[in-house]
């Protein structure tokens, strides 16, 4: 089982690196499957096109960012501090695959699979949940907050905030000071009084 699971990372590896160079039209699953050293077949053991990767890209994706979340949470000696290194984590990820972001982005509006997004934002969802629960157990989150709902506001802020830098090219600050900012927002709209 862990070699199917490698094979379909290394599919989905050479898959990003493929589409960010040659973008979702121009590549092929030939070139796909080449760079990730395997039969074209195998390529459909996993993928019925190469439209069908980019839920899976955008999956893998998520979860690499909320890998890196928890990693940087444990080192987090507060609520506040777990927003901070959210941000941090998000804008740093959105840069290092703004391109395979962007083409997650179209392929799952052209292939109509938008509910994917829930079902693959979900675990991220939970987690700033939970750090939110935990920040009204603490005293230091209003306790009006519904945290399911905060997380869904706060985690669109924030990735709204790193596409505009990232994607959109949008740099009329500079990133500390933009993140410092979008921090100040979540804060002062999370904040008990």
């Not at 070699?3 to 070139?31: H, P």
């Not at 069908?52 to 909320?66: E, N, R, S, V, Y």
Request: glycine share 4%; hydrophobic share 40%; net charge negative.
């Amino acid at each position: 089982m862990k070699d199917l699971d490698n094979k379909k990372s290394r599919l989905l590896y050479a898959a990003k690196e493929v589409f960010a160079e040659k973008g979702l039209e121009k590549t092929t699953i030939s070139e796909i499957v080449k760079r990730a050293g395997m039969a074209q077949g195998t390529f459909y053991l996993y993928f019925s096109s190469k439209k069908a990767l980019i839920p899976a890209l955008a999956d893998d994706l998520l979860q690499t960012m909320l890998c890196e979340m928890q990693k940087e949470q444990v080192l987090c000696t507060d609520v506040w501090e777990s927003f901070h290194k959210m941000i941090t984590v998000t804008f740093r990820v959105t840069n290092l695959y703004k391109e395979v972001l962007s083409l997650c982005y179209s392929g799952l509006a052209i292939e109509n699979t938008l509910s994917e997004w829930d079902r693959i934002y979900n675990p991220y969802y939970s987690w700033l949940a939970e750090i939110i629960t935990n920040g009204i157990e603490q005293g230091v989150i209003r306790p009006d907050i519904e945290p399911m709902v905060a997380a869904r506001m706060v985690i669109g802020l924030v990735e709204s905030a790193a596409e505009q830098m990232y994607l959109f090219n949008k740099l009329d600050k500079p990133l500390s000071e933009q993140q410092e900012q979008l921090f100040s927002f979540i804060h002062h709209a999370l904040e008990q009084r």
